[in-house]
Structures are given as C-alpha cells and as structure tokens.
C-alpha cells in the first residue's frame, strides 16, 4: 500500500510543465531521494552502533540536546536577519506536527534499534 501511494505521487504529472518547472521537480525528487538515502543509512548506522538495548534512550536523548543547542539559536540568527520569519503554529499544525514527531520518527526509530 505504501508503495503505491509512493508511486502515485511520484509519478503524478497533472500538467504539462515549462522547462524551469521540470528542472524544479527533478531537482526535489533529487533531494528527496537522497533525503531517504540519507534516513536509511542512519537508521542502519543506529542499529550498528548501538547494539545495546539500554542506551538507545541516552542516544536519542543527546540528539535531542544537540538539536535544542545548535538549532534555537540557528533559528534565532535566522529571524534577526530576516531570512526567516518564526511564528506560533496554530493548534491544528501543532497537533500535526506532533504526531508526525512521534509516529514518524521516534517510534520508527526506536522499534528498529530494539
């Protein structure tokens, strides 16, 4: 099933495109390839390197440390010079994005590293 709506959205051309559009789509099908090559590889590294079952919550924890201390003031920098306007999520996205957080990444995670 997920297969298919892979192949749906992949393969979906509702309109004939310019050649800028064409350039654009391939170059987002590219990053998005490389994005899930990228997932993949550290998904597997996750397993190898972590081979004990008691330290995979220390792991996750340190990546969330790490992200916290790099990325508030990355994101900071980045409303300062105006490149990127930071606003509250509604409730709606707020939830949205919750569950994505959670089903999408940390379960995933950490069902494949037990």
């Known amino acids: 099933m997920c297969v298919l709506g892979v192949l749906i959205t992949a393969l979906n051309r509702p309109s004939p495109k310019t050649d800028l559009a064409v350039q654009e789509n391939i170059l987002g099908d590219s990053l998005a390839l490389g994005s899930a090559c990228c997932y993949g590889l550290f998904t597997c590294c996750l397993k190898l390197w972590v081979a004990d079952e008691r330290m ?3 792991v996750f924890g340190m990546f969330g440390v790490v992200a916290f201390a790099l990325g508030v ?3 900071a920098l980045c409303h ?3 490149l990127e306007a930071l606003a509250l999520p509604s409730w709606g996205q707020f939830g949205a994005m919750t569950a994505n957080a959670v089903l999408g990444s940390v379960a995933s995670d ?3 590293s037990v």
């Open 56 to 58: 995979v919550a220390y």
């Open 73 to 75: 003031p990355l994101l």
């Open 80 to 82: 300062v010079t105006g």
């Open 110 to 112: 950490y069902l494949l």
